[in-house]
C-alpha cells in the first residue's frame, strides 16, 4: 500500500471525500460502486468493484472454449482491465488496464470490427504494441449497464474477419451479461 499524504475527515453522516486526483488516476466516477475491505490493523482499504470480475473463472473457460473452437485469440474485459484471455497473447493482456479508447467504446455500446490498416482500429491498451491484424470488439450488457466487453484477435495476415466473428462475439457476450443477471 501507498501512502497519498492526503488526510480526510468523516463527515456527521460518516462520508469520507476520496480526492479528485485519486479518483482520476483510478478511473472512478460518481456512481461507481466501491468494495470496502479491513485488515487486523484496522486499516479500510477501499476496491473498484467489478461485477464482471465475479465471472472470472467462468469468463477465462468460455474465452478458452472459444479461443479453441475459432483458433483466434479470445478476451474478456470489465470496464478497468482484461479478466480473461485465450490464446497466444495471454500474457500481453491479462490484468492490463483497458484504453480510454476501448472503455470509451464499451460505454457507448458499440460492437466494432475493424483491421489495423482502419482507421477506427483501436489500440487495447494504453502500451499497446501488439501485432493484431484484425478485432472484434462487443460490449457486455447486463441490467441496462455496460460492464464489459469480449473481444476476438488475430495476428495471422491471412485472416479477414467478417459477420461469423461478430455474431460469435455477440453470442459471448449476451451470455456473459446474462449469467450477471442471473
Known amino acids: 500500500m501507498k501512502a497519498t499524504g492526503i488526510v480526510r475527515r468523516i463527515d456527521d453522516l460518516g462520508r469520507v471525500v476520496v480526492p479528485k486526483e485519486i479518483r482520476r488516476t483510478l478511473r472512478i466516477r460518481e456512481g461507481d460502486p466501491l468494495e470496502i475491505f479491513t485488515d487486523r490493523e484496522g486499516e479500510i482499504i477501499l476496491k473498484k468493484y467489478s461485477p464482471i470480475g465475479e465471472l472470472g ?24 482491465q482484461f479478466i480473461a484471455v485465450a490464446g497466444s497473447t495471454k500474457k500481453e493482456l491479462l490484468s492490463k488496464s483497458i484504453s480510454r479508447e476501448l472503455e470509451n467504446l464499451i460505454n457507448e455500446r458499440e460492437t466494432l470490427i475493424a483491421s489495423n490498416d482502419d482507421k477506427n482500429y483501436i489500440k487495447l491498451t494504453n502500451d499497446d504494441d501488439s501485432e493484431f491484424t484484425y478485432q472484434v470488439i462487443c460490449p457486455i450488457i447486463s441490467e441496462g449497464d455496460a460492464i464489459g466487453s469480449v473481444i476476438i484477435l488475430t495476428k495471422d495476415p491471412k485472416v479477414k474477419f467478417g459477420d461469423t466473428e461478430i455474431k460469435l462475439a455477440s453470442t459471448a457476450a449476451v451470455f456473459l451479461g446474462r449469467q450477471m443477471e442471473a
Open 57 to 80: 473463472q467462468f469468463a477465462k473457460q468460455y474465452a478458452e472454449s472459444l479461443a479453441q473452437t475459432t483458433g483466434q485469440i479470445v478476451a474478456v474485459t470489465d470496464k478497468d
